[in-house]
């Protein structure tokens, strides 16, 4: 019950910027988290942030003091900032959100963006 819109991906220089947004409607006052993952040809799915409804946050330890999340109630929008990027942080980045429907039972349902392309390259 939860749609999410990302934008912002694109091709940048070593040492650029650029910042993700992913737009959440439906049932948005269900959801517990949202984070950003990223995926590069080849390698595995890995997160890259996460923040909790309550404000928590966590970070892949490669972009600790270059990325940071942050959102947007109002807008309901949660925001990648990626500052310093590198040839390694290409990848496509997925926006997710988590919904509890039954903590007792531990049954979640995620909810994932289609993905956009960052391509870090000179």
């Known amino acids: 019950q939860v749609q999410l819109v990302e934008s912002g991906g694109g091709l940048v220089q070593p040492g650029g910027s650029l910042r993700l947004s992913c737009a959440a409607s439906g049932s948005i006052f269900s959801i517990y988290a949202m984070g950003w993952y990223r995926q590069a040809p080849g390698k595995q799915r890995e997160l890259v942030a996460i923040?909790?409804?309550?404000?928590?946050?966590n970070y892949l330890d490669s972009v600790k003091g270059r990325f940071t999340i942050s959102r947007d109630n109002a807008k309901n929008t949660v925001y990648l900032q990626m500052n310093s990027l590198k040839p390694e942080d290409t990848a496509v980045y997925y926006c997710k959100a988590r919904m509890v429907a039954s903590s007792s039972a531990g049954i979640v349902y995620d909810y994932w963006g289609q993905g956009t392309q960052v391509t870090v390259s000179s």
């Open positions: 923040i909790t409804t309550g404000g928590s946050t």
